[in-house]
C-alpha cells in the first residue's frame, strides 16, 4: 500500500484546513487510516483514525475540532478545525493493512505535510 498525502500549509489560529490521503496499490487490504503528526522536539502521536466498520477514534486535545473521514476508494480526509498554535507539526497518513489480526498487519506511512498554525 502507498500513500499520498495533500492538503496543509500555514493558517492563522481558529482557521481551518483539509489534509487528504490516497491509498494505492492493495487498497483491499487496508483495515485502519489514519493521521499521525510530530512537532518539533516531540514524538510522532496519533491525531484521528478510522476502521473499516467506521469507527474512529480521536486524540483527547482534538476532539470536537478534527472530523476523519474515509471513502471506498480509501482515500482518508481530516477536516481540521478551530485551528491553535499547538496543532502546528508535521501531519503524516498511515495505513495499517494485512491480516485481520493486529499483530501480522503491516504498516505504511504517507510523506508529511507540514501544518502551521499561527498565533
Known amino acids: 500500500v502507498q500513500l499520498q498525502a495533500s492538503g496543509g500549509g500555514l493558517v492563522e489560529s481558529g482557521g481551518s484546513l483539509r489534509l487528504s490521503c490516497a491509498a494505492s496499490?492493495?487498497?483491499?487490504?487496508?483495515?485502519?487510516m489514519g493521521w499521525y503528526r510530530q512537532a518539533p522536539g516531540k514524538e510522532r502521536e496519533l491525531v484521528a483514525n478510522?476502521?473499516?466498520?467506521?469507527?474512529a477514534k480521536y486524540a483527547d486535545s482534538v476532539k470536537d475540532r478534527f472530523t476523519i473521514s474515509r471513502d471506498k476508494s480509501e482515500n482518508v480526509d481530516l477536516q481540521m478545525n478551530n485551528l491553535k498554535p499547538e496543532d502546528t507539526a508535521v501531519y503524516y497518513c498511515?495505513?495499517?493493512?494485512?491480516?485481520?489480526?493486529?499483530?501480522?498487519?503491516?504498516?505504511?506511512w504517507g510523506q508529511g505535510t507540514l501544518v502551521t498554525v499561527s498565533s
Open positions: 498511515n495505513a495499517l493493512w494485512g491480516p485481520a489480526t493486529p499483530r501480522f498487519r503491516m504498516s505504511s
Open positions: 496499490g492493495s487498497i483491499s487490504s487496508i483495515n485502519v
Open positions: 478510522i476502521s473499516n466498520d467506521g469507527s
